[in-house]
């Protein structure tokens, strides 16, 4: 019985470590599609790249950081408590606070990065990014929507 017992949670383990490489390998897949995406949109020199995209991977990473903690901290502690009805008006107004704090420091992220590339993009490139970023999410949210329908 041991070993029927050994035998299956090596298999669930191998078929989690195999979801969550697929995971990684399609988030890479992804951020390499919007990286050519944008490159194509924006038609930066090779100037501007060079200075563009070290800065616009830190913010990607920060926001990517700060969206995953609203996730975790957040999200999740809802869920722990079983639904919203199952949170204390304190802790209720625990995770709104957060919830605020995480919104500021996303728009002063926001504020950060547009100082630094300001200085050397002008500030139609900068609402084209704009602009992409948003069509990208829009082409990406469409093919996945499209997949999970057939």
Do not use: C
Request: glycine share 4%.
């Amino acid at each position: 019985m041991k070993k029927y017992i050994l035998t299956i949670s090596f298999l669930l383990l191998g078929i989690l470590q195999i979801n969550a490489q697929e995971k990684k390998e399609s988030r890479e897949k992804i951020k390499a599609l919007k990286v050519s995406y944008l490159t194509a949109e924006l038609q930066l020199s090779s100037s501007e790249a060079q200075k563009f995209w070290p800065i616009y991977n830190v913010h990607e990473e920060k926001m990517d950081n700060l969206r995953n903690k609203w996730r975790v901290d957040i999200k999740n502690k809802i869920k722990d408590a079983g639904n919203l009805e199952g949170l204390s008006e304190a802790e209720a107004k625990k995770l709104v606070l957060m919830n605020e704090d995480l919104g500021k420091k996303m728009i002063l992220e926001k504020e950060d990065f547009l100082e630094k590339v300001s200085k050397f993009l002008p500030y139609k490139k900068i609402l084209k990014l704009h602009i992409s970023e948003r069509e990208f999410a829009r082409k990406l949210m469409r093919k996945y929507g499209n997949r999970n329908k057939k």
